[in-house]
């Protein structure tokens, strides 16, 4: 069983920073991409940042410049530091993976989620 464990979020102010964590744990093969998304209520879920096995990273245009995402492969753990909040960062916040299991000797890639981590940037 492949879970997702995240920590990090809760209560900042504007301006304020909040390091989210995200670890996978079970039986893994690989890694390829993982991520950050987040849903602020009435919204839909979006894309905040990911990074992929080798190092690369993709920020939606909303965040580029204050948030930072990275990973340790060895840990299977991924980071997003998020630095000068605004209120428009408030949202619940889900770190996802592409997972690749050994089931049978075939190598079987999965879609996986945190139970997501609440950011609130309020004053």
């Known amino acids: 069983q492949v879970q997702l464990v995240e920590s990090g979020g809760g209560l900042v102010q504007p301006g304020g920073s909040l390091r989210l964590f995200c670890a996978a744990s079970g039986i893994i093969f690989s890694i390829n991409v993982m991520g950050w998304y987040r849903q602020a209520p009435g919204k839909q879920r979006e894309l905040v940042a990911d990074i992929t096995s080798g190092g690369s990273t993709n920020y939606a245009d909303s965040v580029k410049g204050r948030f930072t995402i990275s990973r340790d492969n060895a840990k299977n753990t991924v980071y997003l530091q998020m630095n000068s909040l605004k209120p428009e960062d408030t949202a619940v916040y889900y770190c996802?993976?592409?997972?690749?299991?050994?089931?049978?000797?075939?190598?079987?890639?999965?879609?996986?989620w945190g139970q997501g981590t609440q950011v609130t940037v309020s004053s």
């Open positions: 996802h993976a592409d997972i690749q299991r050994e089931i049978r000797r075939a190598v079987v890639s999965g879609d996986y």
